[in-house]
Nanobody, 116 residues
Framework: QVQLVESGGGLVQPGGSLRLSCAASGIRVNAYRMGWYRQAPGKQREPVARMPPSGTVNYGPSVKGRFTISRDNDKNLVYLQMNNLKPEDTAVYYC??????????WGQGTLVSVSV
């Protein structure tokens, strides 16, 4: 019943921008800690941005100031606006939902490739 579906990935030149979307079903995005993670081939999955139901957003140091996470509660969507993209941002990006009680959900991922 719970499903997270990412979209918006693609190929972009360095310095460009993309906006990723996460469509949630079976949960309300305003009731979970929503987040974006990424994983490059051969590397560990790392948190990019995490947004609690209330409070401050946590960003990974390498994306702080360039990426912005947001949500649209009416549409039950979570976004990741990515600006000034760099080659090192290339990865599969995953949407995540966490209720702090061992209920964790993941999307299938969307590929972001930053290259000339």
């Amino acid at each position: 019943q719970v499903q997270l579906v990412e979209s918006g990935g693609g190929l972009v030149q360095p310095g460009g921008s993309l906006r990723l979307s996460c469509a949630a079903s079976g949960i309300r995005v305003n009731a979970y800690r929503m987040g974006w993670y990424r994983q490059a081939p051969g590397k560990q999955r790392e948190p990019v941005a995490r947004m609690p139901p209330s409070g401050t957003v946590n960003y990974g140091p390498s994306v702080k100031g360039r990426f912005t996470i947001s949500r649209d509660n009416d549409k039950n969507l979570v976004y990741l606006q990515m600006n000034n993209l760099k080659p090192e941002d290339t990865a599969v990006y995953y949407c995540n939902a966490n209720n702090y009680n061992d209920n964790i959900f993941w999307g299938q991922g969307t590929l972001v490739s930053v290259s000339v």
